[in-house]
């Protein structure tokens, strides 16, 4: 049995998490603010804390510091409805267990809590002091913004990884804003006084990438008339960041993986190595283990590259954070100096409803294109750019998606009826892959994998036995 303590001022909240907890077996106290949570503190041991940020008085994350002092050794899970990279940020840098993001389904609180006590020591062995300023962010890292489950996710595994000095690697479709990630992992690391070097692997000369990377001494090759540092010794004391790293030559990969693991480099043309110490962050909308399968890319170099991962949802899955995103590019087009404008509700459903092959990327060049053949006033359907040829609205609901695979099927036999028995064997065959590659492409995150399946993590976990 374990002492919990509930402070949130919401009292559907701590009766729920209070009849959660008691059925497991657990003593309960609640307390509606800071101030009563920490005369309950003084009174009584407490073996976890459940800590809403949006409290009267003082808020929750400026009273995590005086709650560790008050409860030493009880891990603090933090609660919020307005969920922000800079909140996940400082909750995590403050010593934080984990972050639920309100609504969170009972389920996924019972996982919380029973994770949390059961490495009650190691949480509190992590816990440290507050540090100031986390939430202060700049305009960059400003645009990684989102409200959905997905991109909550996303922010908790940059605010648990960005204080280490572990490898990265980053994953997504082209324009979900990769870069965002890694900019915000350096800002927030042991490294972000140091420089973040930027490669575009896609976008060298592949007969120059060596020497791009490596650097090289004079007449090391036609036309090298003067030595040149390489990116990785200019990366020394920050990091380094890889954009689409599946574009690595082979050749090159040899000498790279010896670079990062040795945290030396070879000019072209030269034997004496260089020191050079760097973190080293990642991205790629390939699927590299497909490519180390395939035998173009190095398997050792790809271990290498992933330590941890962060999958970056494609924008067709980030529902309302559609809206979030345009009423934001829409501001700082504002900003810029162009015309007061604003959305239509029809513009905005019908933004919703687009797929968005380029992602944040497409996004934001249509609401620049919008507000700008809107001149002033209402922004409306009209003013969007086309689709792009071929693009369809996606299925919105699950039964739409189960009507297009039964339809799929049905051309297939010529339209004959499709037996129930027939129909199920189909799914029994096609859903147990399925499982399994989502599965790989989140690196086994079972939350990052339901929201990608657009299904319920109880489904999920039914379905995995």
Known sequence: MSHILIVDDEESICWALGRLA?????????????????????QGRFDLVMLDVRLPGVDGLSAMARLQELAPGAPIVVMTAFGSLGTAVEAIRNGAFDYLTKPFDLERAAEVITRA?????????????????????DATE?????????????????????????????????????ELVARAIHRHSREAAGPLVSVNLAALNPTLVESELFGHVRGAFTGADFARQGLLELADGGAVFFDEAGDIPLPVQVKLLRALEQREVVPVGDTKPRRSTFRVIAATHRNLREEVRKGNFREDLFFRLAVFEIHLPPLRERGDDIALLAERFLQRFLRSGGAKVHFTGAALDELRRRPWPGNVRELRNAVEHAALL?????????????????????????????????NWTLERLGGASLPENLYQQFLDQAEPPLLTAVLERTSHNRVAAANLLGIHRATLRKKLG
Request: proline share 6%; aromatic share 2%.
């Open 22 to 42: 008691r059925e497991e077996g657990h003593q309960v106290q609640v307390a509606s603010s800071a101030e009563d949570a920490f005369e309950l503190a003084r």
């Open 374 to 406: 809107a001149r002033a006033g209402a922004i409306t359907p009209e003013h969007l750019p086309p689709r792009i040829a071929g693009q369809a609205p996606p299925a919105e609901t699950e039964e739409e998606l189960g009507r297009a695979v039964r």
């Open 117 to 137: 006590l059961a490495q009650r020591q190691e949480s509190a062995d992590a816990s440290h002091a507050v540090e100031a300023g986390a939430e202060a962010a």
């Open 142 to 178: 400003e645009e990684l913004i989102g409200a959905s489950p997905a991109m909550q996710e996303v922010f908790k595994r940059i605010a648990l990884v960005a204080p280490t000095s572990a490898a990265v690697l980053i994953t997504g479709e082209s324009g979900t804003g990769k």
